[in-house]
């Protein structure tokens, strides 16, 4: 995407089913709800700095997807996000998400590794559900609110430490 364009419009890409590598400007600093949602081949994906929101449903069922990292400006991840990303296996949310919405991970049952940011408050109901691989999460001080469900299902969730330096 060309240096200029500031933002991605809901339903973009969505059902691209064959877009594999995405590269995104600079200057890109929304990305629309459902925006690449459906897009189960891409594999590829680097979220600029500059990107300070992210829609709801913006990657829902991008299966291909392994890794990812939410950048510092991004403040919160609505509905469904990354819902049912089934090959991501590791995620890395940048400090400045506060909040994780509705089922944003659910279905993302390859997940074994999520850390939250520090100035994560809010982990929305459902949010983890059924990351069946999901072994344990660290779940920072600044978090005051764990919504219904939030880890319901993860059926290999061993260890929940509270605090983030534990």
Same mark, same amino acid.
Do not use: H, K
């Given at each position: /995407?060309? &240096?200029? %364009?500031?933002?991605? @419009?809901?339903?973009?890409?969505? =059902?691209?089913?064959?877009?594999?590598?995405?590269? #995104?400007?600079?200057?890109?600093?929304?990305?629309? *709800?459902?925006? /690449?949602? +459906?897009?189960?081949?891409?594999?590829? #994906?680097? $979220?600029? &700095?500059?990107?300070?929101?992210? @829609?709801?449903?913006?990657?829902?069922?991008?299966?291909? %997807?392994?890794?990812?990292? $939410?950048?510092?400006?991004?403040? @919160?991840?609505?509905?469904?996000?990354?819902?049912?990303?089934?090959? #991501?296996?590791?995620?890395?949310? +940048?400090?400045?998400?506060? *909040?994780?919405?509705?089922?944003? /991970?659910?279905?993302?049952?390859? %997940?074994?590794?999520?850390?939250? =940011? &520090?100035?994560?408050?809010?982990? =929305? &109901?459902?949010? /983890?559900?059924?990351?069946?691989?999901?072994?344990?999460?660290?779940?920072?001080?600044?978090?005051?609110?764990? +919504?219904?469900?939030?880890?319901? *299902?993860?059926?290999?969730?061993?260890?929940?430490?509270? =605090?983030?330096? %534990?």
């Amino acid at each position: /995407f060309p &240096d200029g %364009l500031t933002a991605l @419009g809901s339903s973009v890409f969505t =059902g691209c089913t064959n877009l594999a590598s995405v590269t #995104l400007g600079n200057s890109i600093t929304i990305i629309g *709800n459902n925006a /690449f949602a +459906g897009c189960r081949s891409l594999t590829n #994906l680097t $979220i600029p &700095d500059s990107v300070t929101t992210i @829609g709801s449903s913006a990657f829902q069922g991008c299966r291909s %997807l392994t890794s990812l990292t $939410i950048p510092e400006n991004v403040t @919160g991840l609505g509905s469904y996000t990354f819902d049912s990303c089934a090959g #991501l296996a590791s995620v890395t949310i +940048g400090n400045s998400v506060t *909040n994780v919405g509705y089922a944003a /991970f659910a279905g993302c049952a390859n %997940l074994t590794e999520a850390t939250l =940011g &520090d100035s994560m408050t809010s982990i =929305g &109901d459902a949010a /983890f559900n059924s990351c069946t691989s999901l072994t344990s999460v660290t779940i920072p001080n600044s978090v005051t609110t764990i +919504g219904s469900s939030a880890f319901y *299902n993860c059926t290999n969730l061993a260890s929940a430490a509270f =605090g983030s330096s %534990l």
